[in-house]
């Protein structure tokens, strides 16, 4: 699933590649794909410029010429990629669509550029989808305004995201960190590395989690996206093709996904449980449960 890192990393990768161009064209494969009636598109789409490209938490924005927007939820398994004569650029969900030649079964949408270059929306579960707004109404859709900080940007300092945990505090630390409203983008990888780094128990309370902790657990989540982000996310450049591997951004991964494997910092055996309703890997030893109890009513 794309996450944070993944959607940066298509945010830049696309900045380099598609900024200045004219839309010529915007094939609908997949009715579900495009939330936008086709009249829209045709008028507010088709025929402007791509002027600049933002992203809020997981939410990729292509801004246009004419002040409208073009919103990108890749969700599950929604990928990007560029193709042009000389260059080719995808990412996002890590699959062989990436590097194969497209359209393919998994493609939903293809924009195609003055310049004939082509961009391919590919989703193969269709949880993903496309639509074209006002870039004034951004702010006030219901999924943008509901997100809590950005966890790349300097506002998002280690008391802001202490006094956004204490509107969860009832809950456990993985579900309070994977809650779009507490902070934008984090994932169940992201989640998981981070609570690993900082030697906490996915299952603790948000109230039992010590100031220190929780200023240790904000520089995990910015540290880990980062090293995500440097290994550029998931594009086709490092995507290897061959037995099950996926995007590079899993090769830095010390707990996701390596159950049964050893600890890399005590050697006890990295373990598949279950928080917060999500397959979540620990090391028993390194991110003990706190014993420490809120009185129950
Ligand atoms: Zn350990």
Same mark, same amino acid.
């Given at each position: 699933m794309p996450e944070l890192p993944e959607v940066e990393t298509v945010r830049l990768g696309l900045n380099e590649l598609i900024l200045g161009k004219k839309i010529a064209s915007i094939e609908v494969?997949?009715?579900?794909?495009?939330?936008?009636?086709r009249s829209d598109v045709d008028a507010f789409a088709v025929g402007a410029v791509v002027k600049d490209i933002d992203r809020r938490g997981k939410l990729l924005i292509l801004h246009l010429d004419n002040n409208y927007s073009i919103l990108v939820h890749l969700r599950m398994t929604g990928q990007m990629v560029y193709v042009d004569q000389s260059t080719r650029f995808g990412a996002g969900h890590p699959n062989d669509s990436l590097i194969?030649?497209?359209?393919?079964? !998994? %493609?939903r949408i293809i924009c195609t550029f003055d310049d004939g270059a082509t961009l391919y929306f590919n989703d193969q579960r269709k949880f993903g989808y496309w639509m074209v707004v006002p870039t004034s109404q951004i702010s006030e859709d219901a999924f943008v305004a509901k997100l809590g900080p950005e966890p790349l940007l300097p506002e998002f300092t280690a008391s802001v995201f202490s006094e956004r945990l204490n509107r969860r505090k009832g809950t456990n630390i993985k579900a309070a960190i994977l809650d779009q409203t507490v902070l934008a983008g984090v994932g169940n990888i992201y989640a998981d590395e981070a609570l690993f780094s900082a030697k906490?128990?996915? !299952? %603790?309370?948000v109230a039992n989690v010590a100031e220190e902790q929780r200023e240790e657990l904000h520089e995990a989540i910015v540290d880990v996206m980062n090293l995500s982000i440097q290994h550029g996310g998931s594009s086709d450049k490092n995507y290897v093709n061959a037995e099950g591997k996926r995007g590079s951004?899993?090769?830095?991964?010390?707990?996701?996904?390596?159950?049964g494997q050893a600890c890399v910092v005590c050697g006890d055996t990295i373990q598949k449980i279950r928080v917060a309703g999500r397959g979540t890997h620990i090391c028993p030893t390194c991110q003990q449960l706190s014993i420490k109890r809120r009185t129950q009513k």
């Open positions: 494969l997949s009715e579900k794909s495009m939330r936008s009636a194969h030649s497209l359209p393919d079964s !998994s %493609t906490i128990h996915p !299952s %603790t309370l951004y899993l090769t830095f991964a010390q707990v996701f996904r390596r159950e």
